[in-house]
């Protein structure tokens, strides 16, 4: 597009290096992913909270939450589901450079999708989280009564009914969340972050 050529970024003098240093913890964007009900939501929430009483700078993108703003233009299919992804890539980057620690929790069905996610910042700044559950095991969850609604037909083009899941192939954590407890899952992910240097000793 010939408009692309009158835009230049512009370098803020406030690096990312100098927020994570007054935050006292590396930035970092951790990528939760997995089926409607696998728990994605609930265990970024239970991070986040842990991370914030040890003094970590966070913040959570919901999918509920993200698509009553930023996505609300979007329906379900597979197109608006892939532009959904890349308008949170972009986002969590943004999000990087202001030196927090940065949790989404999206069913972003599509390994490409989530690759092209990953490629948008340096290798080490995304670390993806597979919340793996069987899909008896989340329908049976089925709060919302989302699974029933698409067993009817009533709901179109939803993950593991009518449209598909891609599970991960190389993520970085699994969480086995139809066997592991909320506390299990909790501490299983810190302990990646205190190993990759995420967070210092001082904040365990």
Request: hydrophobic content about 35%; some cysteine.
């Given at each position: 597009m010939e408009y692309r050529k009158n835009i230049v970024w512009h370098h803020s003098q406030v690096s990312r290096s100098h927020r994570e240093s007054l935050n006292g913890h590396r930035s970092?964007?951790?990528w939760f992913t997995g089926l409607s009900g696998a728990g994605k939501s609930t265990i970024a929430h239970a991070v986040e909270a842990q991370l914030h009483q040890r003094g970590c700078s966070t913040f959570v993108l919901d999918g509920d939450n993200i698509r009553h703003g930023l996505s609300k233009d979007l329906g379900f299919e597979d197109s608006d589901r892939k532009e959904n992804i890349r308008r949170i890539a972009e986002v969590a980057k943004l999000m990087l450079d202001a030196g927090t620690i940065t949790?989404?929790?999206?069913?972003?069905?599509?390994?490409?999708?989530r690759e092209?996610?990953?490629r948008t910042v340096a290798e080490g700044d995304f670390i993806e989280i597979y919340c793996n559950c069987d899909l008896t095991v989340c329908e049976q969850r089925d709060v919302k009564g989302l699974y029933r609604k698409a067993r009817l037909g009533e709901i179109a083009h939803f993950t593991g009914i009518s449209s598909p899941y891609e599970p991960p192939e190389n993520p970085e954590i699994v969480i086995d969340t139809d066997q592991m407890s909320i506390e299990e899952c909790?501490?299983?992910i810190l302990n990646h972050l205190h190993k990759v240097g995420i967070m210092s000793p001082s904040l365990t």
């Amino acid at each position: 597009m010939e408009y692309r050529k009158n835009i230049v970024w512009h370098h803020s003098q406030v690096s990312r290096s100098h927020r994570e240093s007054l935050n006292g913890h590396r930035s970092v964007i951790l990528w939760f992913t997995g089926l409607s009900g696998a728990g994605k939501s609930t265990i970024a929430h239970a991070v986040e909270a842990q991370l914030h009483q040890r003094g970590c700078s966070t913040f959570v993108l919901d999918g509920d939450n993200i698509r009553h703003g930023l996505s609300k233009d979007l329906g379900f299919e597979d197109s608006d589901r892939k532009e959904n992804i890349r308008r949170i890539a972009e986002v969590a980057k943004l999000m990087l450079d202001a030196g927090t620690i940065t949790l989404t929790a999206f069913i972003s069905p599509f390994r490409l999708e989530r690759e092209l996610a990953r490629r948008t910042v340096a290798e080490g700044d995304f670390i993806e989280i597979y919340c793996n559950c069987d899909l008896t095991v989340c329908e049976q969850r089925d709060v919302k009564g989302l699974y029933r609604k698409a067993r009817l037909g009533e709901i179109a083009h939803f993950t593991g009914i009518s449209s598909p899941y891609e599970p991960p192939e190389n993520p970085e954590i699994v969480i086995d969340t139809d066997q592991m407890s909320i506390e299990e899952c909790l501490t299983h992910i810190l302990n990646h972050l205190h190993k990759v240097g995420i967070m210092s000793p001082s904040l365990t």
